[in-house]
């Protein structure tokens, strides 16, 4: 069956052809490195992970209801459209809801495996060369996961949305190597984070929240590494250079969070796009949904070096300044914390269950 039978329109092409700019770098420089970046590969070594095998696919899903989330959750809740829906259209809006949501992610997924790649090509030291290498490899598995997720288990595809393909185009267009750090490694990958958090911890159904805590452990590492290269390119940065770097962050912030209404889905149920982006822009956990989703973005920012006065006062416009006090490295250690309890707790079950099989088989064959 091709992918094209679960999108819910017609795309226009199997593909996006993006004329990406800059060079191919190559080093012959082969020290040691940065022992910080260089400790970030070899444990982007050590948790390599197969979808396959760590995930639970025989979990089953309702498609009418796959993450659990309560009815607040959908911009269109409280509306007279909700009014109006009967159980059947209600159903049928979380089954839409979800789609939207995991195929922006699968959709950023694959822009972080595309920019991963270039940053392998177009950085100049060979330390973060070797660390985007394995990081090429950690999206390919989350848009394989993300990927199957919707064609099996919810049977639904949408296409990439606008503000999330433009914020790709731009990042890729770009002839400068640290842009494919600063637009994927901070802004995406940071607001997915954000997002991935959110319904890790809202969503009550088992398959979901493996997806979601496993894939959170491999980007806590990506961000981390931008964090890293960025700041020690940064510090070096003429004002006007960093200038032209700031203006792309607040464009490409504005973009992500207008990225976020959800009105494809609204559209789909027969709303105006002017009646669907005036219930997004009232609806209470659309407001909650979009701040909390700047909470990985900001701290990142200042932190990179980024903090001029007119990024700050984009900041204060959407409401998130603040955030810029939060702690980057305890919401890292929290994903990776989780992801391992998660584990243990799932193996635990699993040994459980395996030894009752076992004593129910002997007091059998006992009687």
């Not at 639904?156 to 990042?171: A, E, H, R």
């Not at 912030?253 to 494809?264: A, V």
Request: contains cysteine.
């Amino acid at each position: 069956m091709s992918t094209r039978d679960y999108y819910i329109r017609p795309i226009d092409s199997d593909g996006w052809e993006v004329q990406a700019t800059g060079a191919a770098r190559l080093s012959w420089e082969y020290d040691d490195g940065r022992e910080r970046l260089l400790a970030l590969y070899q444990k982007g070594k050590d948790k390599q992970w197969d979808a396959q095998k760590r995930i639970d696919w025989s979990i089953e899903v309702d498609p009418y209801d796959p993450l659990g989330l309560p009815d607040e959750a959908m911009a269109i809740y409280g509306t007279r459209y909700w009014d109006l829906f009967g159980p059947k259209e209600r159903a049928e809006l979380r089954r839409h809801y979800a789609s939207w949501q995991f195929s922006q992610f699968l959709h950023g997924e694959q822009g972080a495996m595309v920019c991963a790649a270039r940053i392998v090509e177009s950085v100049p030291d060979l330390d973060a060369k070797f660390y985007s290498a394995t990081q090429t490899m950690d999206e390919a598995r989350h848009a394989e996961m993300y990927g199957r997720f919707l064609q099996e288990k919810i049977g639904m595809m949408y296409p990439i949305n606008d503000q999330l393909q433009s914020l790709l185009k731009d990042t890729l267009n770009d002839s400068r190597w640290d842009m494919p750090y600063l637009g994927m490694q901070v802004l995406i990958e940071g607001l997915a984070l954000a997002a991935f958090g959110l319904l890790r911890d809202t969503t009550s159904k088992p398959l979901p929240k493996q997806l979601l805590s496993y894939v959170m452990q491999d980007e806590a590492r990506h961000v981390a590494f931008g964090r890293m290269a960025l700041r020690d390119y940064y510090s070096q940065l003429t004002q006007a250079e960093l200038a032209e770097r700031e203006e792309f962050v607040i464009e490409g912030c504005y973009l992500m969070r207008d990225r976020l209404r959800g009105h494809e889905v609204m559209e789909n149920f027969g709303i105006s796009a002017q009646e669907a982006f005036e219930i997004a822009e009232n609806s209470p956990y659309l407001h909650l949904f979009r701040r909390l989703l700047f909470s990985r973005i900001v701290p990142c920012v200042k932190d990179i070096g980024l903090w001029s006065e007119k990024l700050q006062q984009a900041y204060v416009d959407m409401g998130v300044f603040e955030l810029g006090e939060s702690s980057l490295d305890d919401l890292m250690r929290q994903d990776e914390e989780l992801a391992e309890q998660l584990d243990a707790q799932r193996f635990a079950d699993e040994e459980a269950a395996r030894r009752e099989e076992v004593a129910a088989a002997i007091a059998d064959g006992a009687a």
